[in-house]
Structure formats: structure tokens, C-alpha cells
T-cell receptor
Framework: GQNIDQPTEMTATEGAIVQINCTYQ??????LFWYQQHAGEAPTFLSY??LDGLEEKGRFSSFLSRSKGYSYLLLKELQMKDSASYLC??????????WGAGTKLIIKP | ETGVTQTPRHLVMGMTNKKSLKCEQH?????MYWYKQSAKKPLELMFV???????ENNSVPSRFSPECPNSSHLFLHLHTLQPEDSALYLC?????????????FGPGTRLTVT
């Protein structure tokens, strides 16, 4: 079966760095996405990785290792507004997104 | 209007009612999706349309019936729902089905079945 695993909840301090991990087992791979979802709102796109390595976009970076079925999202200089759920999703061989249950990130002052 | 819009934002219906959810995208995209989001569960893909043709129906009960009259509009018709169908229903669109195109989501319809 297809499976995406990520931690249920994480807590971090304002100004710090946090890494959210995602491991996956899917039938085929056409890229991995990270989305941010604030409570009561729609998910919004953060990043896309299809090749191994690190993609940096401002305070957010995303890493992919296809051989290990592993990705992480790195958030630097955390701000209170970063409190949200972070969703990992893998595009399978049918170009459908398989989603993780999301990691709820709590930022404390 | 810009992006992806959904109406209504909230819906309460009895198990014998018939209602429809509407989604409209103003992005010129070719693919549209219906998702169900329940608390603490992964997003569940329900239906996928590409160029107005349904390309996926992920074992969704027949009490959910999608309709895509054109590439900008997507409907989800609901009838004789069950309480466990209460959830957030999200519509999304992407440039195309294949390739690494990000999906843009609407704000969702919060559905409560009583």
C-alpha cells in the first residue's frame, strides 16, 4: 500500500529552527510537495522536490532523498505566524497526490 | 474573483436532503479535484477531472456525484448522506494533471450532516 508518515505534532520556540520529517512509500514517484495549512483555511503550496537535494526558498527549505524515501521541511527564524499544519504529499505514478496526515507545528514565544 | 472559490462555505443538511457544492477556478487550469478532509486524517482524494473528463473515482460512495460542465466549474452533488460524511470538502485545481504542478485550493465547504 501507499503510505506517508510525518510526526503528528511538534513544538518550537519563536526565532528558532525546526525540521519536519516525512517518509514515504508509494507506487511510483513524480515529486514531493509541502503545503502549509492554517487552522480553518485551505492548504497553500510551499515547495516541490523531484530531484535529490535541497531547495531553498527564503526562510523555508525542503530536502529530498529518493533512495531513502525521505524528505524534510526546514523552517528558520520561526515566527508566530508559522503556527500551522504542514502537509507532506507525494505524487504517485498516476500523478495523484498521496497525502500525509500533517504535522501540527506550535510556536511558543 | 481570483483563485479558487467555493460555495457555500458552511452547510448543514439532514440525511434525506439533496444539496450541491460548487467550485469555480479563475486560473485557466485544466485539472480540478475534490478532496475530503476529516480531523487528523490525510486529505482523501475523491474525484479528478482533466479537461472536463473524469479520470479518477477513488471508490467514493454513490451518494456523492461529481459534475464538471466546463473547465472552470466543478460541482459535487450530495444526497442521502451519513453523519460520517461530515467533513471539510476542498476543491483544488492545477495547470495540468501530469507534471509537478502545484494544486491551488479553495477555502472549502464545512459540511455537517445531522
Amino acid at each position: 500500500g501507499q503510505n506517508i508518515d510525518q510526526p503528528t505534532e511538534m513544538t518550537a520556540t519563536e526565532g528558532a529552527i525546526v525540521q519536519i520529517n516525512c517518509t514515504y512509500q508509494t507506487s511510483g514517484f513524480n515529486g514531493l510537495f509541502w503545503y502549509q495549512q492554517h487552522a480553518g483555511e485551505a492548504p497553500t503550496f510551499l515547495s516541490y522536490n523531484v530531484l535529490d537535494g535541497l531547495e531553498e526558498k527564503g526562510r523555508f527549505s525542503s530536502f529530498l532523498s529518493r533512495s531513502k524515501g525521505y524528505s524534510y521541511l526546514l523552517l528558520k527564524e520561526l515566527q508566530m505566524k508559522d503556527s500551522a499544519s504542514y502537509l507532506c504529499a507525494v505524487m504517485d505514478s498516476n500523478y495523484q497526490l498521496i497525502w500525509g496526515a500533517g504535522t501540527k507545528l506550535i510556536i511558543k514565544p | 474573483e481570483t483563485g479558487v472559490t467555493q460555495t457555500p462555505r458552511h452547510l448543514v443538511m439532514g440525511m434525506t436532503n439533496k444539496k450541491s457544492l460548487k467550485c469555480e477556478q479563475h486560473l485557466g487550469h485544466n485539472a480540478m479535484y475534490w478532496y475530503k478532509q476529516s480531523a487528523k486524517k490525510p486529505l482523501e482524494l475523491m474525484f479528478v477531472y482533466s479537461l472536463e473528463e473524469r479520470v479518477e473515482n477513488n471508490s467514493v460512495p454513490s451518494r456523492f456525484s461529481p459534475e464538471c460542465p466546463n473547465s472552470s466549474h466543478l460541482f459535487l452533488h450530495l444526497h442521502t448522506l451519513q453523519p460520517e460524511d461530515s467533513a471539510l470538502y476542498l476543491c483544488a485545481s492545477s495547470q495540468d494533471l501530469a507534471g509537478g504542478y502545484e494544486q491551488y485550493f479553495g477555502p472549502g465547504t464545512r459540511l455537517t450532516v445531522t
